[in-house]
């Protein structure tokens, strides 16, 4: 499978996500990537606060594009779903176009105390899948959903790497977009991050494509973005701050 990752300053305003995800198309569609992963709300915002109908019509663009290209999609963005209920996705498209589904943010994040404050007040959470994509079994996680980060997930860790292996999955597609400063206490998110995708790839014997947005993009990023194998090695990986496109074959 050939992956790629688009490693871009995820923003609020729909419109300029848009831009930004064309491009991302255009590259992979240039080296003949099979797929192509965004960071988590790359094309609504990390939000649930969003223009409904822009972020519709943005949607039939991205997925218009990639389909006359020959792409499949793992496109991270916040969505409404006909049941009412918004839902932090990774939306998930063959190559031929077709969509087969989403895979939903589980862990959302929230205060520890009783009752929870923050994004799981806003979002809706769909039963873990995987999905035959371009024929290879695949599974989504976005950002903390991975990681269960003990700062602010105040349900119990399901593990969920392992649980989409146990599923069938041979490649799991990892969007964030995580909190970054200047701040110290940054370094040990990084840190935490990094050690959290190398040891639970390695761990479920699988390889994880994950991106995170670089927005801002002179500060660090919140996690590495590449791909890690199933032994918890770096395949590839992207520079640490700033937009960067990846494409990377993975043996399968």
Same mark, same amino acid.
């Given at each position: 499978m050939r992956i790629a990752l688009a490693q871009m300053a995820v923003v609020s305003d729909v419109s300029e996500n848009v831009e930004t995800l064309h491009r991302a198309v255009r590259f992979a569609i240039d080296r003949r990537a099979d797929v192509l992963l965004t960071p988590e709300g790359s094309l609504s915002g990390y939000t649930h606060e969003f223009d409904v109908e822009s972020v519709k019509a943005g949607l039939a663009e991205v997925t218009t594009q990639a389909r006359e290209g020959g792409l499949a999609l793992a496109l991270g963005t916040c969505f409404v779903e006909? $049941? !009412?209920?918004? @839902?932090?996705?990774?939306?998930?498209?063959?190559?031929? +176009?077709? @969509?087969? !589904?989403? *895979?939903?943010? #589980?862990?959302?994040? /929230?205060?520890?105390? #009783?009752?929870?404050? !923050? %994004?799981?007040?806003? @979002?809706?959470?769909? =039963?873990l899948r995987t999905y035959a994509l371009n024929d290879v079994c695949v599974g989504g996680l976005i950002c903390n959903d991975l990681w269960?980060?003990?700062?602010?997930?105040?349900?119990? $860790?399901?593990?969920?790497?392992?649980?989409?292996?146990?599923? !069938?999955?041979?490649?799991?597609? *990892?969007?964030?977009? /995580? +909190?970054?400063?200047? $701040?110290?206490?940054? %370094?040990?998110?990084?840190?935490?991050?990094?050690?959290?995708?190398?040891?639970?790839?390695?761990?479920?014997? &699988?390889? &994880?494509?994950?991106?995170?947005?670089?927005?801002? #993009? $002179?500060?660090?990023?919140?996690? =590495?973005?590449?791909?890690? +194998?199933?032994q918890g090695q770096w395949v590839a990986r992207c520079a640490e701050r700033d937009e960067e496109f990846l494409c990377c074959d993975i043996p399968l």
């Open positions: 006909e $049941d !009412g209920n918004c @839902y932090n996705q990774i939306r998930f498209y063959e190559s031929s +176009g077709s @969509y087969l !589904g989403f *895979h939903s943010k #589980t862990l959302c994040c /929230g205060t520890l105390e #009783t009752p929870s404050r !923050g %994004e799981i007040e806003h @979002y809706a959470v769909a =039963p269960a980060n003990p700062c602010c997930t105040p349900m119990p $860790d399901p593990h969920l790497t392992h649980r989409l292996k146990q599923l !069938g999955a041979r490649v799991i597609f *990892h969007a964030v977009n /995580g +909190g970054r400063s200047s $701040d110290p206490w940054s %370094e040990v998110n990084w840190h935490f991050h990094a050690s959290n995708l190398r040891m639970r790839a390695r761990a479920a014997s &699988i390889y &994880i494509a994950t991106v995170d947005s670089a927005f801002p #993009t $002179d500060v660090r990023c919140s996690s =590495p973005s590449g791909i890690i +194998g199933p």
